[in-house]
């Protein structure tokens, strides 16, 4: 086939997140099979999960990260006189006739639930990116639908679907009684869709302690929680290690995930890959991603929440929810992931 060239602006784009996660491992997985690439990388990237991978010295392609800021939104420069896949980190494409480029779409949240010029910026440079692709990849079936929706023109052959996968980090151990059996545990971005209220509100009708891990908490966060739960009724752990992540989902009642939007929703999978319930919002990519048949909320109601959290008190039905999750959340992996990708260039040369 012919060359393979990744360009890695997410790294300095960002120190940590969902994408960089998602590109690292599709990087890990390359190595690890022998597939030769070339990446482009911008000045001394710190991003946490570009430290953790030994990229070869041969296989980047060292840009200055001067104007980076406008850098990030045109067409990088590559010179090639062979048939070049060009697979950005976050939606840039090539201009040559050698290049056939491929664009990864993680969601439209921008799109759904932000306004004024950020948007319009991402806007146009998510859209355009789309529409200068050879191939496109969703990362679920519900945002394959969305880019459909917001992108008629666009052929749906050109779009494949290629799900994320969850670290095998997540695994069910063996821990002495826990201090945290009677908490929800709450992952992640707390703003606007994520509906975070709603998940303090389910914490304290039904008498349960929160456990939020993520970004620290802002004032208004910390005053909402001290009212509705007491000071101590809440824990907040600052971005936890996947090891800590782990433990607390051996350790907690129930992972809470009442967010209206996702593009894929991995914390879903790391909770069941863990042994752990979920209480989900059945809205978005959650429906696709939990497994059939899982209960979930239909609406946000704190009674219906509660109901549910009843039944995951229940023995029998808490050990096969477990169990379900654990077989749902096997069928992904972010080697999977990455041959697949692997599939997609070679069908392109």
Known sequence: MG?????????????????????????RTLMNTGTDFRCLEYGCPENIHRTQLNIPQNNIIEKSDNGLILKRYLSP????????IFHSSYYRTVKSPLVKNVTTVHDFTYEYFT?????????WQK????????????????TRKDLLKFLP????????????????DYHPISLVKSKLSDFLMFVGARGGYKNFDFAVEIAAQSKKKLLICGAPLNDAETKLLASRLGNSGFISH???????????????????????YEGFGIPVLEAQRAGCPVLALN?????????????????MSTADAIKILHRFDQSSFREDI????????????????????????????
């Not at 890695?8 to 599709?26: D, H, M, P, R, Y």
């Not at 306004?115 to 806007?123: F, L, Q, S, V």
């Not at 529409?131 to 519900?142: L, P, Q, T």
Request: net charge neutral; with cysteine; aromatic share 10%.
């Open 238 to 260: 600052i971005r936890p290690s996947n090891k800590e992540l782990n433990e607390y989902y051996n350790s907690v009642f129930a992972l809470i995930y009442p967010s209206s």
């Open 322 to 349: 477990i169990r379900h999750g654990i077989e749902n959340a096997n069928q992904y992996s972010w080697d999977k992931m990455g041959k697949e990708y692997i599939k997609l260039y070679n069908s392109m040369i």
């Open 283 to 299: 809205a978005s990519s959650i429906p696709e991603i939990i497994g059939s048949d899982y209960p979930m909320l239909n609406q």
């Open 77 to 84: 420069k590559t010179s090639t006189d062979t048939p070049t």
């Open 115 to 123: 306004n004024g010029p950020r948007a319009w910026i991402h806007k």
């Open 153 to 168: 023109e666009i052929s749906p052959p050109k779009v494949s679907v290629i799900y994320n996968g969850v670290s095998e």
């Open 127 to 142: 859209f355009k990116a789309i529409r200068h692709s050879d191939k496109i990849v969703c990362i679920s079936e519900n």
């Open 3 to 27: 060359k393979i060239e990744l360009d890695n602006i997410i790294f300095s784009l960002q120190k940590t997140g969902g994408i960089s996660i998602v590109w690292a491992n599709l990087i």
